[in-house]
């Protein structure tokens, strides 16, 4: 054991540590470079301790054994009983530095060998029941990550595509969806996260659900609302929806209420995984109102969609072309 750390235990046990020398003292106990030394010598002194009275000659002996100096008397310092309780002390401290040692591994070994799960949905959606029993329906070409202590801290999800979550409640632990830097956080409730490429929307069926953005609060979406942000430019829009359109994906059909344009044909893409061209005089500025059922085929959705846009379309295997009338 070290001279400087005898010598800081001395004062430690006579109470006359300075602030700075109290930090030394406790940083090289914890650093354990002379811990097991000191360990086996206080371990086996002081289970030699009877649970009577102790003699004042026998604590000096029983302090300067435990400091490594035979010859230093502390009877002008400290009390035999002072003397036994500072040699407690000194095990405590002992016992506490390999304690911290082993959680602080512990804790690193834990975090270390974290695993995440992965769950993608390519060309069909997926229905999962994560660890909590909540429930993830996951959309065409989306995925969500989440760690395998999901639960037990924190119920966070990773969310890049669309999917719809019925979360189960738990006030303890608020459940979170993360896109990018917009986080969803709810205690329980049912709500669809659109988060594919530059905008995230969210739009709530039951329950709250609060919006942050970098940490910071934006706002509570309530049944019937939905948000959406930009990524690229930092702007929110909230407004009121019949929520049936935007789930609509879960039963394959498809549902367009006052849609852009772009959007019609993002949802076609997606469902039929194919390619919409337009000639160079398409106008695009009309929002579509219609709902087209599950059993409805592509060629009768395109038809009303170039009726409602006065175009012509040609199909060519995963290839439509839209061409405007003249």
């Known amino acids: 054991m070290n001279d400087r750390l005898k010598y800081l235990f001395d004062r430690y046990l006579s109470n006359q540590l300075e602030e700075e ?21 206080i ?4 289970d030699s301790i009877p649970t009577t009275s102790y003699p004042l000659e026998k604590a000096d002996e029983l302090f300067a054994k435990i400091v490594g100096n035979d010859k230093r008397k502390l009877s002008g310092i400290l009390s035999n009983r002072h003397i036994i309780v500072a040699a407690a002390t000194i095990i405590f401290i002992g016992l506490f530095s390999l304690v911290l040692f082993k959680y602080r591994y512990s804790v690193e070994q834990k975090f270390s060998t974290v ?17 909590d029993s909540s429930l993830a329906i996951i959309n065409e070409n989306s995925n969500i990550i989440y760690d395998d202590k999901f639960g037990q801290l924190e ?18 632990i608020p459940f979170v969806v993360k896109h990018n830097n917009v986080k969803i956080r709810v205690l329980g409730t049912k709500f669809n996260v659109n988060a594919y490429k530059d905008k995230v929307q ?42 049936d359109s935007v789930l609509s994906w879960h039963s394959q059909d498809l549902f367009f209420n006052d849609a852009q344009f772009e959007d019609v044909v993002t949802a076609l893409q997606r469902r039929y995984d194919i390619r919409v061209s337009l000639d160079e005089r398409f106008y695009t500025g009309k ?9 409805e085929t592509l060629e009768q959705k395109i038809s009303v969609i170039s009726a409602f846009y006065n175009c012509t379309y040609t199909i060519d295997g995963k290839k439509i072309y839209l061409k405007s009338r003249p």
């Open 21 to 41: 020398e109290l930090r030394e003292f406790y940083d090289l106990v914890l650093e354990g470079n002379d811990n097991v030394e000191l360990s086996q010598n």
């Open 43 to 46: 371990e086996a002194i002081f």
């Open 115 to 131: 695993k995440q799960q992965n769950i993608s949905a390519d060309s069909k959606r997926i229905y999962t029941l994560l660890p």
């Open 155 to 172: 119920r966070q999800v990773v969310l890049s595509g669309e999917a719809f979550f019925e979360v189960t409640k738990n006030a303890n």
């Open 202 to 243: 969210v739009a709530v069926q039951e329950g709250r659900v609060q919006i942050e953005v970098d940490d910071k609060f934006v706002t509570i979406l309530h049944p019937n609302q939905q948000i959406v942000y930009n990524i690229k430019t930092a702007k929110t829009v909230t407004n009121k929806i019949t929520i």
């Open 287 to 295: 929002r579509l109102s219609a709902t087209f059922l599950r059993d």
